[in-house]
């Protein structure tokens, strides 16, 4: 068996108020070419498909067609399942229907305990959940009440609902996990998550990786880099297209799918690169470099997004920073400036809620110009201070 294994698709994000839509389109067609050419025999989408619980209609069309081109045209099954930022029961709409066109999509953990079942395979699905959920879920299977209070942590809840899918398992069959967490390798080791949804897991405990041992392959979803997993056999696809300017600052780290092959003997995972349409680059520079021909000429301006820091920077001495910029670089999702009078500021500026408003701006000034108000200037702050009172 072959399984294209992705992950965080988050479709209808953003980034800075741009919209992602395209890029993510972009990156589709690549994994449903990728998925023809190997030849799969289903594509796994380890959740956070959408970026939130109440997707716009732009989203929803366009996951829509995705689904579509995938199960309905091209007859592969989808395995996927709800991640934190999906709306689990909305998500969930459709599903009875869908699973008769081999369109499996698990939201709920009480739906985690039947795997699909293949003549090799048991591939068990279990979407992202809170301690909550597992502690509902028991208490309606009959536990009583004093017992699910006993689970506290994600740990507890994982270990529970882990054990009681083993029960199911097939021991003529290889058993594969499909599931949405930030699992560390072990219980010393500490990774960095780049995911920024990681403290809504809940409990102080950390899931680790010797937890899933009995699964003889993982595919997860939750961290958005494939450099997050844990183990050769707990894996993280990572998303196929960067969301924010600090992804794109790790050099050489392309995003991408795994094919994954199940054999009697051996699993084994195979990356295959996706290639950003508007790709997002990271320029930290002076402003006599940024401006320059030669500079900028070797930068793909036609064909990138770019986030700017503009290095030593006077910003007293130039105008219309951002137009001047986005002039030459096309979109620029993200501008900051290291000032030239950064030092300064650091001595001056003191503990800011012991200033008045207008002595908050003086400083900001000071600290952006290297100069003081003019008069006019202190003038008309304060009449807007003035104003902002009188409409309180
Ligand atoms: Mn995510």
Do not use: C
Request: proline share 3%.
């Amino acid at each position: 068996m072959k399984l294209l294994h992705t992950a965080d698709w988050h479709i209808g994000r953003t980034l800075n108020g741009y919209s992602l839509l395209d890029e993510q389109k972009a990156a589709f067609q690549q994994i449903l070419n990728i998925a023809l050419e190997e030849h799969v025999d289903g594509i796994v989408i380890a959740g956070d498909i959408y970026d939130r619980a109440i997707p716009n209609v732009d989203a929803v069309t366009t996951l829509n067609e995705m689904f579509k081109e995938i199960n309905i045209e091209h007859h592969l099954p989808i395995y996927a399942i709800s991640g934190n930022h999906d709306g689990a029961k909305r998500l969930n709409y459709g599903r009875d229907w869908m699973e008769y066109n081999n369109f499996h999509l698990n939201t709920l953990v009480s739906e985690a305990f039947k795997p699909i079942e293949t003549t090799e395979v048991q591939i068990f699905m279990l979407p992202f959940f809170d301690p909550m959920d597992v502690r509902a879920y028991y208490h309606q299977q009959g536990v009583s009440e004093e017992d699910t209070q006993k689970i506290h942590s994600i740990v507890d809840a994982m270990n529970l609902v882990l054990t009681d899918m083993q029960k199911n398992f097939d021991p003529n069959k290889k058993h594969l996990l499909i599931t949405h967490f930030a699992v560390t390798p072990n219980k010393e080791d500490k990774i960095e998550l780049t995911s920024e949804t990681t403290s809504t897991v809940g409990g102080l405990a950390t899931l680790t990786a010797d937890q899933f041992q009995m699964f003889d392959y993982v595919m997860m979803g939750h961290i958005h880099t494939r450099f997050a997993s844990p183990s050769e056999t707990i894996r993280y696809s990572g998303s196929p297209v960067k969301f924010n300017v600090k992804e794109a600052r790790i050099k050489n780290k392309g995003k991408g799918v795994d094919i994954v092959e199940i054999n009697n003997d051996k699993i084994t995972h195979t990356f295959k690169e996706i290639k950003p349409q508007t790709d997002l680059i990271v320029l930290e520079e002076d402003w006599d470099t940024l401006t320059d021909p030669t500079f900028y000429k070797q930068q793909p301006i036609d064909n990138a997004w770019f986030a700017i820091t503009v290095k030593n920077f006077d910003r007293s001495k130039h105008i219309n920073v951002r137009a001047q910029l986005q002039e030459i670089y096309g979109t620029v999702v993200e501008l900051d400036y290291e000032n030239i009078y950064q030092d300064k500021q650091d001595q001056t500026v003191q503990n800011i809620s012991e200033l008045s408003p207008d002595e908050t701006v003086d400083q900001f000034f000071h600290s952006i110009t290297g100069n003081d108000l003019s008069k006019t200037q202190k003038q008309i702050v304060d009449k807007i201070f003035v104003d902002l009172r009188k409409e309180k």
